[in-house]
C-alpha cells in the first residue's frame, strides 16, 4: 500500500502513528501541500476534493479522509474494537476532531507558526483558539474519568485527537488550565511503539 | 431508544430520514437550538459539546454526532455495507461532508435564510459560497460515473450528503451546474420509503 502524505500535516501524522504502531509495510509518497503539490491534475485524479492524506491499495483502489483511513487500516486490530457501540463512540470522537476541534487548533497553529500571525488574520486567530478552548473543555472533562477515549484502551480515536492537540501551544493554545489532557498526551507518547511527529510540522 | 433533536437541523434530519426508512420505534425529544436548548446544564450532561442530535439508548448510554450515530443505527441493515472497504468509503463520504461541505453548505443557508444576510456576515457569506462550490463539484464528479455514494445503492453516505445538498439553494447556492447531482437528489427523494425535511429546516 501507498500512503500519499505531507509529513508536516497531523491529519497525515495521524496515519504515520497508526502504521508504526501496527508495523505495517507501506511506501510514502512525499506531497507538499505549501509548494502546490495537492493542486496538481495527476493529485486531483487521485482525490478530487484536493486532500490528503491519500491510501493506495496494490490494486490502485484510493481512500482519501485521515480517519476513514484510520478506520480501514485498524479493523481488526487491538486499535479498533468490534463492538458496534464502541466504534459508533470511536467514530463520535473522530467527528468531533473534524467538526469542532482541526478547525480550531490546527489553524490557530497554522495561522501563528507558518503564517507568523498576518495582521489580516488576527481576528480569525482569535475565533479558532477561542473555539480550541472549547473542544479542549470537552476533552479534558472526558479524561478526567477515563484514561483513554474509549473502551479503556489506546484506540484511534486517540490518535486522530493527539495529533494537532499535542502541538496546539504552537498556536497560541496552551494547555495549562486542562491536566487530564496533559496526563494523556504522556499515556499516549509513552507507549513503547509511539512515533514522533516531523519537526517543522504543520 | 430517544433521539435529542431540532427538527429544523439538517444534521438532525439525517437521523429522522433513516430512522423513517428502518421503520425504527423511537422517541423523538425536540430541542429547539436557536432558543438555547443545548446550552442548558441539562443538555451539556448529555454532550458536553452542546450539539445536537444526542442519541440515548433505553438503558442511558449517549451517543453525539450525526455521523456517528447514522453508522450505529445502520449497522447491520442495507443502509450500511458489511465490506471494511465499502464502509471506509462510507465515512470517507462522511468526513467530507463534516468539514467540507457542510461548514459551506449549511452555513450559507444558516446566514441567509435564518439571519436575512446581516452585513457583518456578508464577507463570511461569500467565503462560504465559493466553499460550497467547490465541495458539490466533488460530488457532482462522482456521480457522473455512480448513481449513488457508495457500491451503486442507497447507504448512509446518500443520507448524510442528501440533508443540506438538497436545499442548498436556500443558501444562494444553486444546483443549475451540477445535473448529476440534481438526478441523485431525485433518485434518493423517490424512494417509496423517503421522509421530507420539516418547513422552516435549518
Redesign the interface.
Known amino acids: 500500500m501507498r500512503v500519499y502524505g505531507d509529513r508536516l500535516s497531523g491529519n497525515c501524522y495521524k496515519i504515520q502513528l497508526l502504521l508504526h504502531h501496527l508495523g505495517t509495510a507501506h511506501e510514502w509518497v512525499d506531497v507538499d501541500i505549501l509548494r502546490g503539490d495537492t493542486r496538481t491534475e495527476r493529485f486531483l485524479a487521485l482525490n478530487?476534493?484536493g486532500?490528503i492524506p491519500v491510501l493506495e491499495l496494490d490494486d490502485g483502489?484510493v481512500?482519501?479522509?485521515?480517519?476513514?483511513?484510520l478506520?480501514?487500516l485498524a479493523?481488526g486490530t487491538d486499535f479498533l474494537p468490534d463492538d458496534?457501540?464502541a466504534?459508533?463512540?470511536v467514530?463520535?470522537w473522530?467527528?468531533?476532531e473534524?467538526?469542532?476541534h482541526?478547525?480550531a487548533v490546527a489553524v490557530a497553529r497554522f495561522i501563528v507558526r507558518y503564517q507568523g500571525t498576518p495582521e489580516a488574520r488576527r481576528e480569525e486567530l482569535a475565533r479558532c483558539q477561542a473555539r480550541a478552548k472549547d473542544?479542549l473543555?470537552?476533552m479534558e472533562?472526558?479524561l478526567a474519568g477515563h484514561e483513554f477515549f474509549v473502551g479503556g484502551r489506546m484506540t484511534i480515536a486517540d490518535f486522530s485527537l493527539y495529533a494537532y492537540t499535542h502541538v496546539a501551544h504552537e498556536g497560541g493554545v496552551t494547555l495549562e488550565a486542562y491536566p487530564a489532557i496533559r496526563a494523556w498526551l504522556d499515556r499516549v507518547a509513552g507507549h513503547p511503539r509511539h512515533s514522533v511527529m516531523a519537526e517543522g510540522g504543520a
Open positions: 478530487a476534493n486532500k483502489r481512500l482519501p479522509e485521515s480517519n476513514a483511513i478506520n480501514y479493523d458496534a457501540w466504534r459508533a463512540q467514530l463520535a473522530q467527528f468531533f473534524q467538526y469542532s482541526e478547525p473542544a473543555l470537552v472533562r472526558h
